[in-house]
Protein backbone atom coordinates (compact mmCIF):
# COMPACT_ATOMS: atom_id res chain seq x y z
CA UNK A 1 0.00 0.00 0.00
CA UNK A 2 2.61 2.19 0.58
CA UNK A 3 4.61 1.41 -2.14
CA UNK A 4 1.38 2.40 -4.70
CA UNK A 5 0.72 5.43 -2.53
CA UNK A 6 4.29 6.59 -2.98
CA UNK A 7 4.17 5.61 -7.01
CA UNK A 8 0.65 7.94 -7.71
CA UNK A 9 2.09 10.34 -5.88
CA UNK A 10 5.54 10.58 -7.62
CA UNK A 11 3.63 10.09 -10.96
CA UNK A 12 1.38 12.91 -10.47
CA UNK A 13 4.12 15.14 -9.37
CA UNK A 14 5.78 14.25 -12.55
CA UNK A 15 2.97 14.45 -15.01
CA UNK A 16 2.09 18.07 -13.12
CA UNK A 17 5.58 19.50 -13.73
CA UNK A 18 5.37 17.88 -17.51
CA UNK A 19 2.47 19.90 -18.01
CA UNK A 20 4.15 23.22 -16.06
CA UNK A 21 6.97 22.69 -18.59
CA UNK A 22 4.53 22.35 -21.83
CA UNK A 23 2.48 25.65 -20.62
CA UNK A 24 5.99 27.39 -19.99
CA UNK A 25 7.17 26.70 -23.76
CA UNK A 26 3.81 26.99 -25.19
CA UNK A 27 3.55 30.51 -24.02
CA UNK A 28 7.31 31.40 -24.96
CA UNK A 29 6.41 29.84 -28.63
CA UNK A 30 3.06 31.29 -28.94
CA UNK A 31 4.46 34.75 -27.58
CA UNK A 32 8.05 35.00 -28.67
CA UNK A 33 8.44 36.31 -25.24
CA UNK A 34 8.84 35.19 -21.54
CA UNK A 35 7.10 37.88 -19.67
CA UNK A 36 4.01 35.36 -19.60
CA UNK A 37 5.47 32.92 -17.54
CA UNK A 38 3.85 33.16 -14.35
CA UNK A 39 0.32 34.21 -15.85
CA UNK A 40 1.02 30.80 -17.78
CA UNK A 41 2.37 28.02 -15.24
CA UNK A 42 2.31 29.91 -12.24
CA UNK A 43 -1.15 28.67 -10.34
CA UNK A 44 -0.20 25.31 -11.68
CA UNK A 45 2.92 25.67 -9.73
CA UNK A 46 2.14 26.91 -6.78
CA UNK A 47 -0.57 24.01 -6.15
CA UNK A 48 2.53 21.58 -6.98
CA UNK A 49 4.57 23.14 -4.57
CA UNK A 50 2.27 22.89 -2.04
CA UNK A 51 1.07 19.26 -2.19
CA UNK A 52 5.15 18.54 -2.53
CA UNK A 53 4.57 19.37 1.96
CA UNK A 54 4.09 15.30 1.84
CA UNK A 55 7.32 15.12 1.10
CA UNK A 56 8.79 17.00 4.50
CA UNK A 57 5.91 14.35 6.27
CA UNK A 58 7.31 11.32 4.57
CA UNK A 59 10.31 12.05 5.85
CA UNK A 60 9.01 12.65 9.05
CA UNK A 61 7.07 9.44 9.20
CA UNK A 62 9.51 7.30 7.83
CA UNK A 63 7.95 6.00 4.38
CA UNK A 64 11.07 7.49 2.19
CA UNK A 65 15.05 7.77 3.71
CA UNK A 66 15.09 11.93 2.81
CA UNK A 67 14.41 12.89 6.42
CA UNK A 68 12.90 16.27 7.44
CA UNK A 69 15.31 18.48 7.05
CA UNK A 70 16.52 18.64 3.36
CA UNK A 71 12.78 18.19 2.18
CA UNK A 72 12.28 20.99 4.78
CA UNK A 73 14.90 23.45 3.63
CA UNK A 74 13.80 22.72 -0.10
CA UNK A 75 10.08 23.37 0.31
CA UNK A 76 10.19 26.42 2.60
CA UNK A 77 12.64 27.86 -0.04
CA UNK A 78 10.67 27.55 -2.85
CA UNK A 79 7.70 28.40 -1.34
CA UNK A 80 9.01 31.37 0.13
CA UNK A 81 10.07 32.69 -3.27
CA UNK A 82 6.72 31.39 -4.97
CA UNK A 83 4.39 33.33 -2.34
CA UNK A 84 6.45 35.83 -0.76
CA UNK A 85 8.29 37.18 -3.42
CA UNK A 86 6.77 36.47 -6.86
CA UNK A 87 2.92 36.24 -6.23
CA UNK A 88 3.26 38.88 -4.34
CA UNK A 89 5.16 41.23 -6.35
CA UNK A 90 3.45 42.07 -9.32
CA UNK A 91 6.34 44.10 -10.76
CA UNK A 92 8.43 41.30 -11.04
CA UNK A 93 5.91 38.60 -12.46
CA UNK A 94 6.96 39.13 -16.20
CA UNK A 95 11.12 39.25 -15.53
CA UNK A 96 12.97 36.72 -17.38
CA UNK A 97 14.20 35.42 -14.22
CA UNK A 98 10.74 33.83 -13.60
CA UNK A 99 10.85 32.27 -17.04
CA UNK A 100 14.50 30.84 -15.98
CA UNK A 101 13.28 30.01 -12.67
CA UNK A 102 10.17 27.72 -13.40
CA UNK A 103 11.97 25.97 -16.86
CA UNK A 104 14.80 25.19 -14.23
CA UNK A 105 12.60 23.42 -11.68
CA UNK A 106 10.05 21.81 -14.21
CA UNK A 107 12.46 19.93 -15.94
CA UNK A 108 14.75 19.31 -12.80
CA UNK A 109 10.98 18.04 -11.15
CA UNK A 110 10.24 15.79 -14.50
CA UNK A 111 13.31 14.06 -13.96
CA UNK A 112 13.81 13.78 -10.10
CA UNK A 113 9.52 12.42 -9.83
CA UNK A 114 9.83 10.16 -13.28
CA UNK A 115 12.79 8.09 -11.85
CA UNK A 116 11.11 8.20 -7.93
CA UNK A 117 7.94 6.57 -9.37
CA UNK A 118 9.95 4.07 -11.19
CA UNK A 119 11.78 3.14 -8.62
CA UNK A 120 8.37 2.24 -6.74
CA UNK A 121 8.07 -0.11 -9.70
CA UNK A 122 11.96 -2.05 -9.31
CA UNK A 123 15.18 -0.91 -10.30
CA UNK A 124 14.69 1.84 -13.05
CA UNK A 125 16.72 1.71 -16.37
CA UNK A 126 20.37 3.32 -15.64
CA UNK A 127 20.10 6.12 -17.99
CA UNK A 128 17.15 7.22 -16.38
CA UNK A 129 19.01 6.74 -13.01
CA UNK A 130 22.04 9.22 -14.54
CA UNK A 131 20.17 11.45 -16.09
CA UNK A 132 18.49 11.88 -12.46
CA UNK A 133 21.62 12.04 -10.30
CA UNK A 134 23.33 14.44 -13.26
CA UNK A 135 21.35 16.68 -14.34
CA UNK A 136 20.78 18.49 -11.42
CA UNK A 137 24.41 20.11 -12.07
CA UNK A 138 23.13 22.31 -14.33
CA UNK A 139 20.12 22.79 -13.73
CA UNK A 140 20.30 23.82 -10.06
CA UNK A 141 22.65 26.62 -10.11
CA UNK A 142 20.78 27.66 -13.25
CA UNK A 143 17.93 27.55 -11.44
CA UNK A 144 18.87 29.31 -8.37
CA UNK A 145 21.53 32.49 -9.73
CA UNK A 146 19.74 33.57 -12.55
CA UNK A 147 16.66 32.52 -11.52
CA UNK A 148 15.95 32.55 -7.70
CA UNK A 149 18.74 34.80 -6.52
CA UNK A 150 18.61 36.95 -8.90
CA UNK A 151 14.83 37.95 -8.83
CA UNK A 152 15.09 38.18 -5.49
CA UNK A 153 17.62 40.96 -5.93
CA UNK A 154 15.05 42.91 -8.29
CA UNK A 155 12.37 42.36 -6.04
CA UNK A 156 14.28 44.42 -3.23
CA UNK A 157 13.41 47.68 -3.79
CA UNK A 158 9.87 46.81 -4.62
CA UNK A 159 9.87 45.12 -0.89
CA UNK A 160 11.17 48.52 0.77
CA UNK A 161 9.00 50.70 -1.23
CA UNK A 162 5.58 48.97 -0.29
CA UNK A 163 6.89 48.25 2.67
CA UNK A 164 5.92 45.05 2.28
CA UNK A 165 4.36 42.47 5.34
CA UNK A 166 4.99 45.58 7.79
CA UNK A 167 1.70 44.64 9.23
CA UNK A 168 2.95 40.62 10.11
CA UNK A 169 6.09 40.60 10.79
CA UNK A 170 7.49 42.01 14.18
CA UNK A 171 10.62 43.25 11.45
CA UNK A 172 11.34 45.03 8.11
CA UNK A 173 10.91 42.29 5.97
CA UNK A 174 13.29 43.84 4.05
CA UNK A 175 15.85 43.04 6.08
CA UNK A 176 14.65 39.84 7.22
CA UNK A 177 16.36 37.53 4.50
CA UNK A 178 19.53 38.97 5.77
CA UNK A 179 18.61 38.80 9.77
CA UNK A 180 17.77 35.12 9.62
CA UNK A 181 21.93 34.64 8.38
CA UNK A 182 23.83 36.50 10.76
CA UNK A 183 26.88 34.89 10.28
CA UNK A 184 26.43 36.51 6.47
CA UNK A 185 25.63 39.74 8.25
CA UNK A 186 29.12 39.68 9.58
CA UNK A 187 31.01 39.07 6.30
CA UNK A 188 28.28 42.34 5.47
CA UNK A 189 29.62 44.59 7.88
CA UNK A 190 33.44 43.53 7.66
CA UNK A 191 33.63 44.04 4.08
CA UNK A 192 31.28 47.16 3.49
CA UNK A 193 28.87 45.32 1.33
CA UNK A 194 25.60 46.41 1.12
CA UNK A 195 22.40 44.26 2.06
CA UNK A 196 21.77 43.59 -1.31
CA UNK A 197 24.93 41.84 -1.90
CA UNK A 198 24.74 40.67 1.97
CA UNK A 199 21.15 38.78 0.96
CA UNK A 200 22.87 37.36 -2.56
CA UNK A 201 26.10 35.89 -0.29
CA UNK A 202 23.74 33.89 1.96
CA UNK A 203 21.36 32.47 -0.48
CA UNK A 204 24.18 30.54 -2.11
CA UNK A 205 25.31 29.23 1.52
CA UNK A 206 21.79 27.63 2.31
CA UNK A 207 21.38 26.23 -1.40
CA UNK A 208 24.63 24.63 -1.30
CA UNK A 209 23.70 22.18 1.25
CA UNK A 210 21.32 21.02 -0.84
CA UNK A 211 23.40 20.78 -3.78
CA UNK A 212 26.26 19.16 -1.82
CA UNK A 213 23.53 16.40 -0.10
CA UNK A 214 22.48 15.56 -4.13
CA UNK A 215 26.62 14.99 -5.05
CA UNK A 216 26.96 12.80 -1.94
CA UNK A 217 23.72 10.61 -3.87
CA UNK A 218 25.05 10.43 -6.94
CA UNK A 219 28.24 9.27 -5.55
CA UNK A 220 26.28 6.48 -3.85
CA UNK A 221 23.77 5.56 -6.22
CA UNK A 222 26.13 5.44 -9.37
CA UNK A 223 28.70 4.21 -7.27
CA UNK A 224 26.56 1.53 -6.16
CA UNK A 225 25.83 0.45 -10.06
CA UNK A 226 29.01 0.20 -11.38
CA UNK A 227 30.14 -2.28 -8.59
CA UNK A 228 26.95 -4.59 -9.81
CA UNK A 229 28.34 -3.86 -13.43
CA UNK A 230 32.18 -5.35 -11.95
Given at each position: ??TF????????Q??G????L??I???????K??S???A????L??L???IA???????????V???V???????G?????L?????R?H??????????T?????L????????Y?L??????P????????T??I?L??I???PG?M??????L????K??????????N?????V????V????W?????T?K????L???F?W???????F?Q?????????????
Amino acid sequence: MQTFYLFFYNLFQALGWLISLFKILGNFLSTKSVSGTYASAGELIRLLQAIAFLEVIHGAIGIVPSGVLLPLMQWGGRTHYLLAIVRRIHEVQELPSVFITFFAWSLSEIIRYSHYALNCLGTPPYWITYTRYTAFIVLYPIGVFPGEMWLMYQALPFIKKKNLYANRLPLNYYYFVVIINMVYIFIWRITGFTLKKALLLSYPFLWSKLYLHLFNQRRSKLGKHKKKQN
